[in-house]
């Protein structure tokens, strides 16, 4: 069946440019999540969203990110003006059920992300 | 594709041999603990999972161990594969967070 799926698998952007990732979750999927993924580390979480309810953006690094989900189903990762630092792979994940307990999340393959 | 964990713990192993590969987590309050393997330029893939209200867990060929009193998670695998290699990251999630918070991961070589 149809797994999480994300665009572009890469991305080059000069410094200064803005970017739009995007994730498809597996369908019917409540919960949505966007991790950060630096070289040799492991992912970092960023954003959560409970259907088209963005209920925890405490790991988003700075006021440069920005991501929506509009409809509950595709989400968008966006980035202004990109530094080097941003340079990473980003992850989404997706999960069947909301609320807080915890269940297995379903990753997508990930963009990476080169800022010239 | 890209690589992840360049600079990760390695442990390398006979194919055939178990592989015990440990983790350290961070929360004595979490109360869910998940394994993913990754493979360079793919996203985490599910392995096993375990409730804090367990202390062992078995699938197909991998057993999770937790050891609560040390904050210590372990996955074992039986009869490596060279299909097994790849970078293991141990996940926790602390009682009402959303989110997974992932151990530094460690590579695992598979040797023919």
């Known amino acids: 069946g149809a797994g999480v799926s994300q665009s572009p698998r890469y991305k080059v952007a000069k410094r200064g440019q803005d970017v739009a990732l995007r994730c498809d979750p597996i369908s019917g999927h409540v919960s949505l999540f966007w991790y950060q993924q630096a070289l040799g580390q492991g992912p970092e979480f960023l954003t959560y969203f409970q259907n088209e309810a963005q209920l925890d953006k405490s790991g988003l690094p700075s006021d440069r990110f920005f991501a929506e989900r509009p409809e509950g189903s595709v989400s968008t990762l966006k980035i202004q003006r990109t530094q080097q630092e941003d340079s990473a792979v980003y992850l989404c994940a997706s999960s069947l059920r909301g609320g807080v307990a915890a269940y297995e999340q379903y990753f997508g393959p990930g963009t990476r992300l080169t800022v010239t | 594709g890209e690589s992840v964990g360049l600079h990760l713990p390695t442990l390398s192993v006979q194919e055939g041999d178990n592989s015990i590969i440990n983790c350290a987590y961070s929360n004595s309050a979490s109360d869910y603990f998940i394994w993913y393997k990754q493979e360079s330029g793919k996203g985490p893939q599910f392995i096993i999972d375990?409730?804090?209200?367990?202390d062992k867990r078995q699938g197909q060929r991998v057993t999770v161990l937790l050891n609560k009193t040390v904050k210590h998670l372990s996955l074992q695998i039986a009869a490596t594969q060279p299909g097994d290699s790849a970078v293991y990251f141990c996940a926790e999630t602390p009682p009402g967070v959303y989110k997974y918070i992932f151990g530094t991961g460690t590579r695992l070589k598979v040797l023919a």
């Open positions: 375990i409730r804090s209200n367990m």
